[in-house]
């Protein structure tokens, strides 16, 4: 029912640990609906209970795709290391490291259908991916997995030194 995603730390390669991925990601519902009930909550004004669902239901999506994302990638992909890696400031939400191959690829996972510039910042950010590269070896794709049509950056008339390429998550885990 549930499955340990590694997070490693780019700072301090010592430093692991471990986000619990839910394989039934209507747990995470169950948890905001009880949350809801509290006598706190119902305290609240119509808009502030509003405003406060929209943002737990939101976190909740996002945080649900991203454990979707990133468990069947680790299932179906035994000769890699899947992980998400943190930085001082950021992170890549997934990495699919091949030792063998001596290659990585960096992910950002976003429960939105549109593209904005600010999704892939870290995976344009320079140090961030010679570090990586350092680390894990030839960084060969950079992408964006979110609920919009598959495209690139450059494709949608944005200009940038290497290609990102924007995944619909949908057709990402069919292939898999």
Same mark, same amino acid.
């Given at each position: 029912m549930t499955v340990d995603i590694e997070t490693r730390w780019m700072s301090d390669y010592n430093r692991k640990e471990a986000r619990t991925a839910f394989s039934q990601p209507g747990i995470r519902y169950s948890q905001a609906e009880s949350l809801m009930q509290d006598d706190k909550f119902r305290d609240l004004s119509l808009v502030e209970r509003k405003r406060v669902t929209e943002r737990i239901l939101a976190e909740i999506k996002g945080r649900m $795709?991203? %454990?979707? #994302?990133?468990?069947?990638?680790?299932?179906?992909?035994?000769?890699?290391? @899947? /992980?998400?890696?943190? /930085?001082?400031?950021?992170?890549? %939400? $997934? #990495? @699919? /490291? %091949?030792p063998e191959e001596e290659t990585c690829e960096i992910y950002e996972i976003k429960h939105s259908d549109k593209i904005v510039l600010q999704q892939c910042r870290h995976l344009l950010d320079k140090q961030k991916c010679e570090d990586t590269a350092f680390r894990y070896g030839t960084i060969i794709g950079k992408y964006v997995i979110y609920r919009g049509a598959k495209t690139s950056l450059v494709q949608v008339g944005v200009s940038t030194q290497e290609d990102v390429a924007y995944l619909n998550v949908e057709e990402y885990l069919k292939k898999l």
């Open positions: $795709m991203e %454990d979707i #994302v990133l468990l069947e990638t680790k299932l179906s992909k035994k000769n890699c290391e @899947v /992980f998400r890696l943190q /930085f001082a400031i950021g992170e890549f %939400d $997934m #990495v @699919v /490291f %091949d």
